[in-house]
Structure formats: structure tokens, C-alpha cells
């Protein structure tokens, strides 16, 4: 069972007695307000090697931030930027 400290960075995990950091959004901060459909790079790093499109939970980012992550991986797969389904993309 994880307990939380005083300070709300951290995480201590009482199984392995590790500190672990808070996710965070990179998007707010970074400052980042639009999400470029056409930098394939960027969006590699929001979809797994299957080509699917990581959760919340996994990456840090807000909601609003992750729908526009979301909206802009299926309009770069639509334009063929990304591909639907892949056995291989991050080799």
C-alpha cells in the first residue's frame, strides 16, 4: 500500500522503499498550448509499439491535454503520419 509523505512530490511505496516522482504534465509545464498533428517524433512518445495510444495514468498528462494528444494521433493517422497498427514502430 503506497502512503504519502508531507510533501506531494513523492510517493513512498512501503513495499520496495523507494521514492517514486509525481507525474506530471508535461504540456502545462512546458507551457505547450497546440499539439502538432504533423510532428510524428513528438507523438511517438504518447502511442505504445503496437501503435495504441497510452492512457492518462501512464504518461501524466491533464485531460485537456490528453484528448488533444488523442485528437491529434488519429488525425496524423488519418493523413498517414502514423501508422493504424504496427508490429514493430519504435525499433
Known sequence: MAKRTKSKNYIFNSR???FDKKKY???KKSGI???DYK??????????????ILPRRLTGNS???QRKVAISVKRARHLAILPF????LKD
Not at 497498427?85 to 514493430?88: E, F, K, L, S, W
Open 16 to 18: 520496495n522503499a523507494e
Open 25 to 27: 504534465c508535461r504540456f
Open 33 to 35: 498550448k497546440y499539439i
Open 39 to 52: 510532428d510524428a517524433d513528438f507523438l511517438l512518445k504518447f502511442i505504445n509499439d503496437q501503435g495504441k
Open 63 to 65: 485531460l485537456k491535454f
Open 85 to 88: 497498427v504496427t508490429d514493430g
